[in-house]
């Protein structure tokens, strides 16, 4: 499951709201009932932080696997006035809002994976790993991928989706947006994302070519895919319609060519482009439903963060409420 839960938080009752998500989440993961109290603990603690300093703002939760562990990432992003030292707010008992100062403290005590990205007047976001089994570490990976994908407001379901295949030598990285929102969307989608697993041992042009067939009966999609080749040090990419992508690596920004067309439908055009990868690389792809006037240096040290950090802050600040959004981040190693 990629879709992301979001539980807004404007007010302290609301930290309740997200802590029985959370704890929901949790159950049906399979947490025990001691890694269920650590979410629990986590989740309040961020919603509370969103409402003291930062006048508001959401929790945004995902179940996560690798190697068969299953776990939960907790997003807390708000607006706010931001932090003048993160060391500073981390230690127990350093507070600006009259409160003990306990709650960041005790959040990256509990987190298997914490970090925070908060400049001064321009917000924090925060991010929180948790495993149904506290001793398991992930190992470290060539390339780290997270995600945001919420559907629009008012909506149950998003009609965007994304996935992540990898191999030793590859890893393949899909972003599709169903036509329109709702279940009529998320049906395309979902039958996107079933090819895009069924074929991902082909080239990205393969796989669009099979998912256009397997999308007819569908309202279709917009949808891109990109192969990292980490032997050959090359992004292969091919686009349908209107799902952004970018790469970042040192001072270069390289925007990805996608052709017009709906997946399913109207397909003029599926075209290969090959890009240089380094092992630091930044991948970004986005639906629609996220503003294309991001710029990462207007975010001096985000690009070091978290793959779902970096997308955490990018959807809390051009997120476009009318419509789903994904935001999908691959970030290289160095490894």
Same mark, same amino acid.
């Given at each position: 499951?990629?879709?992301?839960?979001?539980?807004?938080?404007?007010?302290?009752?609301?930290?309740?709201?997200?802590?029985?998500?959370?704890?929901? *989440?949790?159950?049906?993961? @399979?947490?025990?009932?001691?890694?269920?109290?650590?979410?629990?603990?986590?989740?309040?603690? *961020?919603?509370?932080?969103?409402?003291?300093?930062?006048?508001?703002?959401?929790?945004?939760?995902?179940?996560?696997?690798?190697?068969?562990?299953?776990?939960?990432?907790?997003?807390?992003?708000? /607006?706010?006035?931001?932090?003048?030292?993160?060391?500073?707010?981390?230690?127990?008992?350093?507070?600006? @809002?009259?409160?003990?100062?306990?709650? *960041?403290?005790?959040?990256?005590?509990?987190?298997?994976?914490?970090?925070?990205?908060?400049?001064?007047?321009?917000?924090?976001?925060?991010?929180?790993?948790?495993?149904?089994?506290? =001793?398991?570490?992930?190992?470290?990976?060539?390339?780290?991928?997270?995600?945001?994908?919420?559907?629009?407001? @008012?909506?149950?379901?998003?009609?965007?989706?994304?996935?992540?295949?990898? &191999?030793?030598?590859?890893?393949?990285? %899909?972003?599709?947006?169903? %036509?329109?929102?709702?279940?009529?969307?998320?049906?395309?989608?979902?039958? &996107?994302?079933?090819?895009? /697993?069924?074929?991902?041992?082909? +080239?990205?042009? #393969?796989?669009?070519?099979?998912?256009?067939? #397997?999308?007819?009966?569908?309202?279709?999609?917009?949808?891109?895919?990109?192969?990292?080749?980490?032997?050959?040090? +090359?992004?292969?990419?091919?686009?349908?319609?209107?799902?952004?992508?970018?790469?970042?690596?040192?001072?270069?920004?390289?925007?990805?060519? +996608?052709?017009?067309?709906?997946? @399913?439908?109207?397909?003029?055009?599926? /075209?290969?482009?090959?890009?240089?990868?380094?092992?630091?690389?930044?991948?970004?792809?986005?639906?629609?439903?996220?503003?294309?006037?991001? =710029?990462?240096?207007?975010?001096?040290?985000?690009?070091?963060?978290?793959? +779902?950090?970096?997308?955490?802050?990018?959807?809390?600040?051009?997120?476009?409420?009318?419509?789903?959004?994904?935001? %999908?981040?691959?970030?290289?190693?160095?490894?």
């Amino acid at each position: 499951m990629k879709e992301s839960i979001a539980i807004p938080i404007t007010e302290s009752s609301q930290a309740g709201e997200a802590r029985r998500v959370a704890l929901a *989440l949790a159950g049906r993961l @399979g947490f025990n009932e001691g890694e269920r109290g650590k979410v629990g603990i986590v989740v309040t603690e *961020l919603a509370n932080n969103l409402v003291q300093h930062g006048n508001g703002g959401m929790v945004v939760l995902r179940p996560i696997d690798q190697y068969s562990t299953l776990g939960i990432e907790v997003l807390a992003l708000d /607006q706010g006035r931001g932090m003048l030292d993160v060391d500073d707010c981390l230690k127990d008992g350093f507070s600006t @809002g009259g409160t003990a100062g306990n709650g *960041l403290g005790a959040i990256h005590r509990l987190s298997s994976f914490f970090e925070i990205y908060s400049p001064p007047a321009k917000g924090t976001a925060i991010l929180a790993h948790l495993w149904s089994d506290s =001793k398991y570490h992930p190992p470290e990976n060539t390339l780290e991928v997270g995600g945001v994908c919420l559907p629009k407001l @008012g909506e149950t379901v998003s009609g965007d989706t994304w996935s992540c295949q990898g &191999a030793t030598h590859r890893c393949l990285l %899909l972003v599709v947006d169903g %036509l329109g929102h709702g279940p009529a969307a998320a049906s395309a989608a979902a039958a &996107a994302l079933r090819a895009f /697993q069924e074929h991902h041992h082909r +080239s990205p042009h #393969a796989i669009i070519e099979a998912t256009h067939a #397997a999308l007819r009966s569908t309202r279709g999609a917009a949808l891109a895919i990109a192969e990292i080749d980490f032997e050959q040090q +090359s992004v292969r990419f091919a686009g349908v319609g209107n799902i952004a992508a970018s790469i970042a690596s040192g001072t270069e920004h390289r925007n990805l060519m +996608s052709h017009n067309g709906t997946v @399913g439908h109207e397909v003029r055009k599926i /075209q290969e482009f090959t890009y240089p990868w380094s092992t630091n690389g930044l991948l970004i792809m986005h639906s629609d439903g996220l503003g294309t006037q991001w =710029k990462l240096d207007r975010y001096p040290g985000l690009s070091l963060k978290h793959p +779902s950090l970096i997308a955490g802050v990018l959807y809390r600040d051009f997120h476009r409420d009318r419509d789903d959004v994904t935001v %999908l981040v691959a970030k290289g190693n160095g490894v």
